[in-house]
């Protein structure tokens, strides 16, 4: 099946400030890109869809302004989580699409702990 | 309610046992289905498909219930490496996750 990598696959930071986790596509072409997120024994929730080129849509009670969406080229998607605090820590997972299909790929996942 | 909702478990099953369980959805128009398997810290993976007419992958078996709203997983002969939590997915416009049903096999 198709890679996705995510980096970095864990990272601490202090409350207030921002976090980048990127999102590559390393075997094919992904026009759409996804981010999700997961708190303990929660499901994933959708927080936002990208798609090369054009701004991200945003699912309801995602703040865009706190969770920048960069979908710059067709293998990399960049999410930055804006002034951190702890109820920020998750687990943030990123998924492609080929082009054609409709499977959805995931990647490894970012454990975000802010303290 | 909930998209899609499943019983969370745990349900702990000795190795060689047969294992089974459901998941509801509330959108009668959804037309696709999946189940994936995510291990502890892990990201999901694509377990199988869901066809209406039911689909067998190997130990799994996986049923379709339209009437009723529900998706079922099958595990027979359970093997130590399928203690995982199995999430129920649904794929409309976008995929919705169950919260996951825990499985462990026991030795």
Redesign the interface.
């Known amino acids: 099946g198709a890679v996705v990598s995510q980096h970095p696959s864990w990272v601490i930071c202090k409350s207030g400030t921002s976090v980048k986790i990127e999102c590559r596509s390393l075997d094919f072409q992904a026009t759409t890109m996804f981010w999700y997120r997961q708190f303990p024994k929660q499901s994933l929730m959708l927080m936002a869809t990208s798609n090369e080129g054009s701004k991200a849509t945003y699912e309801q009670g995602v703040e865009k302004d706190k969770f920048l969406i960069n979908h710059a080229s067709l293998t990399l998607s960049t999410l930055t989580v804006t002034s951190a605090h702890p109820e920020d820590s998750s687990f943030y997972i990123c998924s492609s699409k080929i082009r054609q299909g409709y499977e959805q790929y995931f990647g490894p996942g970012t454990r975000l702990t802010v303290t | 309610r909930k998209e ?1 909702e499943q019983d ?1 478990g745990p349900f702990n099953v000795p190795e060689g046992a047969t294992v089974a369980f459901n998941c509801t959805y509330s959108n009668s128009a959804s037309q ?1 289905f999946f189940w994936y398997r995510q291990d502890c ?6 377990l199988m498909s869901v066809y209406s007419s039911g689909n067998e992958d190997g130990r799994f078996t996986a049923q379709l219930n339209r009437a009723s709203q529900y998706i079922s997983l099958l595990i027979r002969d359970s093997k130590l490496s399928d203690s995982a939590t199995y ?1 129920c997915v649904v ?1 409309d416009y ?7 049903t825990t499985v462990t096999v026991r030795a």
């Open positions: 899609v969370p696709s810290r892990k990201e999901p993976k694509l999430l794929n976008k995929l919705s996750f169950g919260a996951g």
